[in-house]
């Protein structure tokens, strides 16, 4: 069993920047291929950022492409989301979310991810 705790949201004006923090249980992190996603009010919870567990690679949604970056510190079993120029759009409860399958390559799909976190809540104001 894998538990997810993230930290780091909360209100911040447009243009400001945020980091946000995942913190994973398990002795086998780096085995794992860790996302961020988010879902706004009345929407869908949409992809936002994918790590590889094996080489580092990452992608992106477009949305966020040059603003957002996700990073992994193995040492300390945690996946970092480092947001800057942030728009209102951005506002949204941010989700961490765990792959294990050691799969390939890097999916942008939901049902991909087994292990999901509770959530942090990102406001950018206007």
């Known amino acids: 069993q894998v538990q997810l705790v993230e930290s780091g949201g909360g209100l911040v004006q447009a243009g400001g920047s945020l980091r946000l923090s995942c913190a994973a249980s398990?002795?086998?992190?780096?085995?794992?291929?860790m996302a961020w996603f988010r879902q706004a009010l009345g929407k869908e919870r949409e992809f936002v950022a994918t790590?590889?567990?094996?080489?580092?690679?990452?992608s992106y949604a477009d949305s966020v492409k040059g603003r957002f970056t996700i990073s992994r510190d193995n040492a300390k079993n945690t996946v970092y989301l480092q947001m800057n120029s942030l728009e209102p759009e951005d506002t949204a409860v941010y989700y961490c979310?765990?792959?294990?399958?050691?799969?390939?390559?890097?999916?942008?799909?939901?049902?991909?991810?087994?292990?999901w976190g509770q959530g942090t809540q990102v406001t950018v104001s206007s």
């Open positions: 790590i590889s567990w094996i080489g580092g690679t990452t």
């Open positions: 979310a765990a792959d294990l399958r050691r799969s390939t390559y890097l999916s942008t799909r939901l049902g991909d991810y087994g292990y």
């Open positions: 398990g002795r086998t992190f780096s085995t794992y291929t």
